[in-house]
């Protein structure tokens, strides 16, 4: 049995992106202002007793996502043979200058028993497949819209900013071999009556890990010491989650 090849990579090394923060402190501090009621009114809050909620904590970190754009795509043919019944008159058949002498073969005339004359065509059948794909994953590594991920300038000295505030924000989950082998096995479809491969290549062109900038914001009621975080998003200053 004919070993089959490895599917040819050619990936592209990949990066770390840091996004500028968008949002000035500032603003975070007066939108968790405007917020207080919001959270505890619901509890029965009444607006005269919002100077019992307190900010106690306005925490800056990074959240990760991990972009890989790829793209698949094969050229190949499978072999066929092919039986072509000719008269019994016919001493050779040209096809495309190719000359296919017949050979007697019983039954070829139509009719049970009797010998007629056939000829035995060898073709090759060329198909090409092409795929693409563009994922964003989260820090769990799961699969999310491309349009969660804010867009923003970068940081100059990625390094630098995620070293300053690494402890606080998320890592990503996995190797960057497993997001290649998930999108992989997403869009290679080789078939696997093959003849022949003449190209093949699964290509990664850009393969990115982006940090995101968050606030996150901490409220405490003094008088119950029940705690609401609020998530706002440092590029579009938008409220990510309540809880």
Do not use: C
């Amino acid at each position: 049995m004919k070993e089959v090849p490895p599917v040819p990579e050619k990936i592209s090394k990949r990066k770390v992106i840091v996004y500028k923060s968008r949002v000035d402190p500032t603003i975070v501090k007066l939108t968790a202002e405007k917020m207080k009621y919001k959270l505890f009114g619901k509890f029965g809050l009444s607006k005269k007793k919002a100077e019992e909620i307190r900010v106690v904590s306005v925490d800056k970190y990074y959240e990760p996502y991990t972009l890989i754009d790829a793209r698949y795509s094969i050229r190949y043919f499978k072999k066929r043979v092919y039986k072509l019944n000719v008269d019994p008159e016919t001493e050779e058949v040209k096809v495309l200058g190719e000359t296919y002498m017949p050979e007697a073969v019983s039954g070829a005339s139509g009719e049970s028993g009797e010998t007629g004359k056939a000829v035995t065509l060898e073709a090759e059948l060329w198909s090409s497949y092409d795929d693409k794909a563009y994922l964003v994953l989260d820090k769990e590594g799961k699969e999310i819209p491309p349009d969660q991920v804010p867009a923003a300038p970068s940081e100059d000295h990625p390094e630098k900013i995620l070293k300053e505030f690494g402890k606080k924000s998320g890592a990503v989950q996995g190797s960057p071999r497993k997001d290649i082998d998930m999108v992989k096995a997403k869009i290679v479809k080789r078939p696997s009556d093959i003849s022949e491969i003449d190209k093949e290549l699964f290509d990664i062109s850009e393969h990115a890990v982006i940090y995101s900038p968050l606030y996150e914001i901490t409220f405490r009621n003094v008088r119950t010491n029940e705690e609401k975080v609020v998530k706002i998003d440092g590029v579009s200053a938008k409220i990510i989650s309540e809880k």
